[in-house]
C-alpha cells in the first residue's frame, strides 16, 4: 500500500535563506508521480511542483524545486530565497500509476520570519 | 475564470440532520474527488467520479455519498451527521496524470 510521510512538522526560517522540507513515501509501483502542494492560512491548497518517477532530472519550478532520491524513496522540497508569504502549510503527495487515489502527508508548517 | 467551486463556504448543523455540499469544475477535467481534511490538518480521501465510475475509499462510512449529474460536478451528501463528521471537506478535480485543482472547501460543524 501506498504511503508518504513527512516528520518535520514545523520549521521556522529567517526570509531569504533556503529551506528543505522532506517527504519519504513507499510503494510497490514502479510507476508513480509525487507532489507537493502548499496550503495558505485562508485553507487555499495550491500546487506547486511534481517529479515523475520516471524523469532522473531534479523538477523545477521558479523558486521551488526538488531533491529526488529514488533508491532512497525520498523527495525534498526546497525553497529558495524565501520570504513571509511563504509561510504555509507544506503536503507532500503520491498517486501510483495505476491508482485512484493521491495519498498526502501529514504536513510541514513552515513559519518564514522577518 | 477556470477553478474548481464550492459551496457553501461553512456549515452549521445539528446531530442527525442531513446536509449536502455542491462542487463544480470549469477546467474540463474528467475526475473528481472529495477530501476530508481533519482538525490536524490530515487529508484524507473519501470518493473518485470519473465517467459515472463511482470509487469509495472503503473506510467511508456509509452515510457519506457522492451525488454527480455530469462530469463537471461532484455533491456530497451526508445523512445523519456526527459530531466527528465536523471537518473541512475539500472538492478536487484532475484529467489524465495531472495535478489536482483543489476547490476552497466547505468548513462543516455539526453541534
Known amino acids: 500500500a501506498q504511503k508518504v510521510t513527512q516528520t518535520q512538522t514545523s520549521i521556522s526560517v529567517v526570509e531569504k535563506t533556503t529551506v528543505t522540507m522532506d517527504c519519504v513515501y513507499e510503494?510497490?509501483?514502479?510507476?508513480?508521480?509525487l507532489f507537493w502542494y502548499k496550503q495558505t492560512a485562508s485553507g487555499e491548497i495550491v500546487f506547486l511542483i511534481r517529479?515523475?518517477?520516471?524523469?532522473?532530472e531534479n523538477a523545477t519550478v521558479g523558486h521551488y524545486s526538488l531533491n529526488f532520491q529514488k533508491p532512497k524513496s525520498s523527495i525534498g522540497l526546497i525553497i529558495t530565497a524565501t520570504q513571509i508569504e511563504d509561510s504555509a502549510v507544506y503536503f507532500c503527495?503520491?498517486?501510483?500509476?495505476?491508482?485512484?487515489?493521491?495519498?498526502f502527508g501529514s504536513g510541514t508548517q513552515l513559519t518564514v520570519m522577518p | 475564470e477556470t477553478a474548481v467551486f464550492q459551496t457553501p463556504n461553512y456549515h452549521v448543523t445539528q446531530v442527525g440532520n442531513e446536509v449536502s455540499f455542491n462542487c463544480k469544475q470549469t477546467?474540463?477535467?474528467?475526475?473528481m474527488y472529495w477530501y476530508k481534511q481533519d482538525s490536524k490538518k490530515l487529508l484524507k480521501i473519501m470518493f473518485s467520479?470519473?465517467?459515472?465510475?463511482?470509487?469509495v475509499n472503503e473506510t467511508v462510512p456509509r452515510r457519506f455519498s457522492p451525488q454527480s449529474s455530469d462530469k463537471a460536478h461532484l455533491n456530497l451528501r451526508i445523512k445523519s451527521v456526527e459530531p466527528e463528521d465536523s471537518a473541512v471537506y475539500l472538492c478536487?478535480?484532475?484529467?489524465?496524470?495531472?495535478?489536482?485543482?483543489f476547490g476552497s472547501g466547505t468548513r462543516l460543524l455539526v453541534i
Open positions: 503527495a503520491m498517486r501510483e500509476g495505476g491508482s485512484w487515489q493521491l495519498i
Open positions: 478536487a478535480s484532475s484529467s489524465g496524470n495531472s495535478d489536482y485543482t
Open positions: 517529479q515523475d518517477s520516471y524523469k532522473k
Open positions: 477546467l474540463g477535467h474528467d475526475t
Open positions: 467520479y470519473n465517467n459515472k465510475q463511482l470509487i
Open positions: 510503494t510497490r509501483d514502479s510507476s508513480y508521480f
